[in-house]
Nanobody
């Protein structure tokens, strides 16, 4: 069964850190692009970051540059999103997604989503 399984997330105070994981099963991440998206209540889904497993290139939204880091562990078939210096506006449901082409594709597979809440 092809799927992306997310873990991590939770409640953290402003300035804190969290790490999200996105583990692929049923397929390997080789030559896939994995993106992280988020959707806050009442807002549209937005792209946060993306990594291309073929060349390791990464993309970040301006709102998270310098605070978030995306990485891939091919041995574990898992992508991570390390989130530091979290702000209240980072509160959202976060999703990972995989595309067999590039970070700008239509994304074939989606994770189940995980809640990140930044609050004091």
């Amino acid at each position: 069964q092809v799927q992306l399984v997310q873990s991590g997330g939770g409640l953290v105070q402003p300035g804190g850190s969290l790490r999200l994981s996105c583990a692929a099963s049923g397929f390997t991440l080789d030559y896939y692009a994995i993106g992280w998206f988020r959707q806050a209540p009442g807002k549209e889904r937005e792209g946060v970051s993306c990594i291309s497993s073929s060349d390791g290139s990464t993309l970040y939204a301006d709102s998270v540059k310098g605070r978030f880091t995306i990485s891939i562990d091919n041995a574990k078939n898992t992508v991570y999103l390390q989130m530091n210096s979290l702000k209240t506006e980072d509160t959202a449901v976060y999703y990972c997604a995989g595309d067999s082409g590039s970070c700008f594709g239509g994304y074939d597979y989606w994770g189940q989503g995980t809640q990140v809440t930044v609050s004091s």
